[in-house]
């Protein structure tokens, strides 16, 4: 795929401001996420303080933005990125489908609320996954157990399903139903609390709050959002935020974020406002950039 000037990573409305400022500013973009945009504007039930917007139910809102979208052209390309790496003179972004290329990027993938789990950072990569599109392949004829936050996950685990021997989904919010897992014969359903993750004679194992215990080769925890600094390794953080300036650069050049993944307060017009700046911050680093490069 084509290099392009500015990827956004995140569809909440951080990501959908930052793509209508860039566009309109002539950059050619990548609006990478989830084309329902975000569960947290679907989720909520009346927002009143959206300017110009009184009393509007979240979906609403979501409506007036995929319009503001659909009326400028801008398109979001399916995928969940799982890693920001520098190439010196642009980043290459890993994402589950494909591999992107571009000269800057603005994450915009909202904020990790949950406390890791004990022994979910100290395994990652090594048994524990975020990401079940990137890793399925993995897991071809084996077992794997899947932490899920909320039900868009389900089409991950579904999608798992199909290589995997077995899949068991553990959801962690409250439904009677799980539709998005569709007909596979091969998912089992727990409704269990995770506590303790742990690696023991080659397998992964996971403890619950019952005292049970799931043995498999694999765990995935899938979050709505990704911790900033497993997307982006060396990226500065705070707790679960990224460090940035005012105008939105994080300690990565280059690197600019917004909204929620940014720190409180978690509000949808001060993620939209800092979707604003960090596309604009992007625009004149990329002017400086061509600049140093003529000089
Ligand atoms: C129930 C509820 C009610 C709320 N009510 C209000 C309210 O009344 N007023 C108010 O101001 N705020 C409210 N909020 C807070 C508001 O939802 C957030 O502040 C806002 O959505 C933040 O926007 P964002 O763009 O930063 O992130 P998000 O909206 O969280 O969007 C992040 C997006 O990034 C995507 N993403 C994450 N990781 C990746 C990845 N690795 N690759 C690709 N995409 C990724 C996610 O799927 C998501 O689409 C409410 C929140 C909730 C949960």
Redesign the pocket.
């Known amino acids: 795929m084509e290099r392009v000037e500015i990827a956004i990573?995140?569809?909440?409305?951080?990501?959908?401001e930052a793509a209508i400022t860039a566009t309109l500013r002539n950059k050619k973009i990548l609006l990478?996420?989830?084309p329902d945009?975000?569960?947290?504007?679907r989720?909520?039930?009346?927002?009143?303080?959206?300017l110009g917007l009184p009393e509007i139910a979240?979906s609403d809102l979501a409506e007036q933005f995929r319009a503001h979208l659909d009326k400028m052209g801008i398109e979001i390309l399916q995928?969940?990125?799982?890693g920001i790496y520098s190439m010196g003179d642009y980043f290459a972004l890993q994402g589950g489908k494909d591999n992107y290329e571009a000269e800057t990027v603005i994450l915009?993938?909202?904020?990790v609320m949950e406390k890791p789990i004990p022994g979910e950072q100290e395994n990652l990569g090594r048994g524990v996954s975020y990401c079940a599109t990137c890793d399925a392949a993995l897991y071809r004829g084996k077992t794997a157990l899947v932490l899920g936050y909320s039900p868009?996950e389900e089409a991950e685990v579904a999608f798992l399903a199909e290589v995997a021997e077995k899949v068991t989904y553990l959801p962690q919010y409250r439904a009677e139903e799980y539709p998005g897992l569709g007909d596979a014969t091969n998912i089992v359903v727990e409704k269990e609390t995770p506590l303790e993750i742990l690696k023991a004679d080659g397998e992964m194992v996971l403890k619950t709050s019952t005292g049970s215990e799931y043995h498999s080769n694999g765990i995935f925890v899938l979050r709505?959002?990704?911790p900033p600094d497993q997307?982006v390794p060396g990226l500065g953080t705070e707790g679960n935020a990224v460090v940035c300036d005012r105008q939105m650069r994080t300690s990565v050049e280059g690197i600019f974020a917004?909204?929620?993944?940014t720190g409180a307060p978690?509000?949808?017009?001060?993620?939209a406002g800092e979707?604003n700046i960090a596309a604009l911050s992007a625009v004149n680093y990329l002017v400086a950039k061509k600049r140093n490069a003529g000089a």
């Open positions: 990573i995140g569809t909440g409305p951080a990501g959908l990478i996420g989830d945009l975000s569960g947290k504007l989720k909520a039930h009346r927002i009143d303080n959206y979240g995928d969940r990125i799982g915009a993938s909202g904020v868009e709505e959002a990704t997307l917004a909204g929620d993944i978690y509000q949808y017009i001060k993620a979707g």
